[in-house]
């Protein structure tokens, strides 16, 4: 590699650490930096003493063996995303600062595959000691897993490259065309040993679909190249077992790579593009919407009548929903389609008495999860709206009709998007009616309650959505500290509106509807006081010292 | 020394550029102007070797800059419209890497003058995620200026640059020039074309409506009688047909 190469590597790694040492001088930093290693140390440490604990018994043998068994078809998975999907594109991301100062630059394009490529190996080792210890009860030896997976995630990375660099080569027609073809091949193959596995399994627990997946012919061969990293991953003694496999799998990254320097193809053009767009989903990222896209001349076809004034707070919601909906309409139909899925599986497994209890369970989970998730991965409301704090102060509302309004979008498109999904698996079982119709009430103030309480910690403690780098422990302990406040201010939000309906039943005799009407009529009344909360929040904010960076 | 023959750029169905030629001799500094997506950036980028050409020869100091980049991109420095700039590293640390990217052996002195003519040098040891746009912009031209390029490509280079600074940047272009240097400025602002630039191209569409000195794009229309200022030469030559 170019020695100019090798000296940024050096100063980036440098900068990188530097940073984070100058975050650690503050009180406030180093907080962070415990919390964010406490954290972390109570994810690892039960899994180290149970590995030592539990060492040398035969159910623990047991389940390396079974997690032997399946994690070729998990590498296979990953491999077929990064193949046939955009995820592979990231493999000749470079940075902006990379577009403009490297590539203009006389280096040749080995040279620069070449950095990224050495770039990416401090996370790769990062990223294999915390996996390696995280699933550390699933191996035979720490060391076996911390190799395999350093080698599978290099394999990964340089499969996606050798990918993308074969899109550079051959026609963009022809390269579709082949790809689509080798994904159809895959699926065929994949049906056949899924069928020859459900012919063996009747009715039978694990360890008879164990049997069946290790005895179909079809599915060991998908998955024969995938095995190489999984025998090193799960090898046992040092030598010959890790040693051997290891040095058979490194034989295979080092093929890859050379054919990637063989082709050397021209991708600085497409990198610049996938940089470019990358760069944009980032910036969408810290605006508060990981899941958001651009909207595009489709969404301008989609109009919202105006709703009344309101004393201002209307056509501040129809401003959120508008954006909403062109920004997040793709989020919106993968859901729908994904409720489509469960809902077919649901009619076709018809469990018989328990599709009640299925149903509604599967229905509420799903929407809950939803609100959780739309609230933090779409720019909703004040997090995505923090780069136009300006504009919204300079606006002659007050701000409790702004606070309204900002929140009213978000929830009534949320809530009317649960409504139809719980509808949906209550066609899938009539019997859950009245569950459904209690998640279909409590539907909208549990939404204000998330997104309010997410908007007045974010107007309080303002911190963007992770995008930090390596050895960035302070970003991360921001965003931690942020979910963790979260919850714990969702225990008693929640649990005085439970503690009273509770309460209620005591004193009346117990009965679900009244439980469900004391707890609801609490729990929107809580939501005043949030609201207040979030006005005054968003009052204090000062667009000038607050913003983050 | 920037030779530029039958360019065509082409996305897809959609021609970015069509058939553009166009010379920068040493010492000629060359405005490059045209209304949004007249194909000025895409020309740059393809110059500077971050985009291929589709059809066509583009050279830097007669390298090719398809077939022989590395020599090409040796003789040659790009400033993007809104630079990037790694947010870890200090406006030092840059000037460091520019030196041994480009093999510039003793680049301590050069890099201070740069530092002390950009009014950076209190900013040496400060990342450029801390450095406001304009700031950031100058760290870019010192970058750019460090191995004294041959041919210097400059996309709308006074965004966000106080007046000192726009100053000092047009004094350093018209100096580069002068040291043998051939300049391509792509800019909106006409002022700065006509005061610093002595070639035009006007690009609408991909497509060059004008490419010469600023005399003879002056002279061109007889009824404004020599005394047309270069808004009134723009004007009509996007209005109209191609003159050229």
Known sequence: ?549 | MIHVADYHKAYGSTVAVAGLSFDVFAGAILGLVGPNGAGKTTTLRALAGIIRPTRGRLSIAGHDVVDDPIAAKRELAYIPDDPKLFDALTVWEHLEFIAAAYRVAEFTTRAEELLQQFELVEKRDTMAQELSRGMRQKVAICCAYLHQPKAILFDEPLTGLDPYAIRTLKASIGRRAAAGAAVVVSSHLLSLVEDLCTHLLILDKGRSLFSGTLDEARSRYADLQGRASLEDVFFRATEQAPIS
């Not at chain 1, 191996?139 to 899109?167: D, K, P, Q």
């Not at chain 1, 093929?255 to 063989?262: D, F, Q, R, W």
Request: glycine residues 8%; aromatic residues 10%; proline residues 5%.
């Open chain 1, 1 to 549: 590699m170019n020695p100019a190469l090798f000296k940024l590597l050096w100063l980036s790694t440098k900068a990188a650490f530097r940073r984070a040492l100058r975050g650690v001088r503050t009180v406030r930093g180093a907080l962070l930096v415990l919390f964010t290693l406490g954290f972390l140390a109570l994810m690892l440490v039960p899994q180290v003493i149970t590995a030592i604990t539990m060492s040398g018994r035969p159910e623990m043998a047991r389940i390396a063996e079974t997690s032997e068994l399946f994690a070729p078809f998990g590498l296979l998975l990953i491999a077929l995303l990064l193949v046939f999907t955009a995820a592979g594109e990231r493999a000749i991301y470079f940075t902006p600062a990379e577009v403009d100062l490297l590539f203009s630059a006389p280096f040749a394009r080995r040279e620069l595959l070449l950095y990224k490529l050495e770039k990416g190996t401090l996370g790769l080792v990062a990223t294999s000691l915390f996996m390696s210890l995280m699933m550390l009860n699933n191996f035979r030896s720490w060391l076996s897993g911390f190799v395999g997976i350093l080698l599978s995630l290099a394999m990964l990375r340089l499969l996606a490259m050798t990918t993308a660099m074969a899109g550079q080569i051959v026609a963009e027609s022809l390269y579709n065309r082949a790809r689509r073809l080798l994904l159809g091949v895959v699926l065929l193959l994949l049906l056949m040993g899924l069928a020859q596995v459900a012919r063996r399994v009747q009715g039978g627990g694990i360890a008879e679909l164990v049997a069946s997946v290790r005895d179909s012919g079809t599915l060991q061969v998908l998955v024969a190249p995938f095995r190489v990293f999984t025998r090193t991953i799960f090898a046992g003694a040092w030598f010959p077992d890790l040693a051997g496999w290891a040095a058979a799998s490194l034989a295979i990254n080092l093929g890859l790579l050379t054919v990637i320097l063989k082709m050397d193809a021209n991708y600085l053009e497409s990198a610049a593009a996938i940089s470019q767009r990358l760069y944009e989903q980032l910036r969408r990222i810290k605006q508060g919407g990981g899941l958001a896209m651009p909207a595009s001349s489709r969404g301008l076809r989609i109009h919202l009548p105006h709703p009344p004034w309101l004393g201002g707070a209307g056509p501040v919601a129809w401003r959120q929903l508008l954006l909403a909906i062109r920004t997040s309409r793709h989020v919106f139909f993968a859901t729908m389609g994904l409720a489509v899925v469960f809902f077919t599986v649901l009619v076709a497994a018809d469990p018989g008495p328990d599709s009640a209890g299925l149903a509604s369970g599967m229905g509420i989970g799903m929407t809950a999860y939803l609100t959780f998730l739309f609230a933090m991965q779409l720019p909703w409301a004040f997090r995505g709206d923090l780069d136009h704090m300006d504009v919204l102060k300079t606006l002659p509302l007050h701000p409790m009709v702004l606070a309204v309004g900002e929140l009213a979008g978000g929830v009534l498109l949320l809530t009317l998007i649960q409504v139809v999904i719980l509808a949906l698996f209550t066609a899938a079982a009539p019997a859950s009616i009245p569950a459904m119709l209690a998640a279909a009430a409590f539907a909208l103030p549990f939404n204000g309650m998330i997104l309010g309480l997410n908007n007045l910690l974010f107007l309080i403690y303002p911190v963007r959505l992770m995008t930090g780098t390596a050895f960035d422990f302070q970003t991360f302990g921001r965003s931690l500290l942020f979910f963790s406040l979260l919850f714990l201010l969702l225990i008693p939000l929640f649990g005085i509106p439970a503690g009273i309906g509770g309460l209620a039943c005591l004193l009346i005799g117990f009965s679900w509807p009244v439980f469900a009407l004391t707890a609801w009529l609490v729990l929107v009344a809580e939501l005043l006081p949030v609201v207040i909360l979030v006005a005054w929040a968003f009052q204090r904010f000062d667009p000038s010292t607050q913003m983050p960076a």
